[in-house]
């Protein structure tokens, strides 16, 4: 079996998945300082900016599977613009006084706790596919920042459609469901990592085990220091005792006149 070739970094970010996805990162400073100034049409020019942000949220996942080009860089960009536009807009909207504090606190300690445990996950090797309630998550949760960004209301003709108002009930929805799917991939890590530990029993893995090879291993290191501490005496031992035998083998020097 030939091992998989690997590119260089530098070449993955110039595949079109990924030049889309540093795109939405180049959008968000715009959202940002849209917000910021205020007025009815920076407001739905933000709100539209960010939608088109959270359309190439499916565009550049889509182009990467279709197209074969699922890359170390992508793996990496992704998630990160994903959560860069989503926190970043909420707290200018905190600022603009359209949304809540302690609801974006809230959703921040959400992303960060399940970062963090995505990250344990990752590095034991045990696999944590995101729910449904996570990607109910994701809609109710962009969907709510946009109408935030929109924030004036807006006459459809049959009636009036209040943005913030309305997104401020979605955004509750999706702090509900991003608490829901948090508590989802916690109950998923501790269903892996039980998988886990039943799979390395069958192997002969158990804690006690470990904990037997590790107790080998500190005395065999033990033994290995000792050893090596004798073997540095012994020669500094021999070095003394050569000195000793090569002083008293060199010849004297006679005294002479001269004249």
């Known amino acids: 079996m030939s091992p998989k070739k690997t590119r260089p970094l530098r070449d993955e970010l110039t595949d079109l998945p990924n030049l889309i996805t540093l795109a939405r990162i180049a959008l968000i400073p715009a959202v940002l300082a849209l917000t910021a100034r205020g007025g ?37 960009l992704d998630p990160l613009a994903d959560k860069l536009i989503v926190l970043s807009t909420l707290v200018i909207l905190v600022g603009a006084g359209r949304a809540p504090a302690w609801l974006t606190v809230l959703l921040m300690a959400r992303e960060l706790a399940v970062t963090g445990l995505r990250a344990i996950a990752s590095q034991e090797g045990l696999v944590i596919a995101a729910g449904t309630s996570g990607k109910i998550k994701t809609v109710f949760q962009l969907a709510g920042i946009a109408l935030l960004l929109a924030h004036y209301p807006i006459d ?40 886990q530990v039943d799979a390395n029993a069958e192997q ?56």
């Open 40 to 76: 009815r049409g920076t407001a739905i020019l933000a709100c539209a900016l960010f939608v088109v942000a959270a359309a190439t949220d499916w565009l550049d996942g889509f182009l990467a599977r279709r197209l074969g080009l699922v890359t170390v860089v992508g793996k990496f």
């Open 156 to 195: 459809l003709g049959a009636f009036v459609l209040d943005c913030h108002e309305v997104g401020t009930w979605i955004i509750y929805a999706s702090l509900a469901m991003s608490l829901i799917s948090a508590i989802e991939y916690f109950r998923f890590f501790a269903q892996a990592a039980a998988r």
């Open 204 to 259: 002969g893995i158990t804690r006690e085990a470990l904990r037997a090879r590790v107790r080998a291993l500190r005395r065999e290191r033990r033994e290995r220091r000792k050893t090596q501490k004798q073997e540095r005496r012994e020669q500094k031992r021999q070095a003394r005792a050569d000195r000793k035998r090569k002083g008293s083998r060199a010849p004297r020097r006679r005294k002479g006149t001269h004249g």
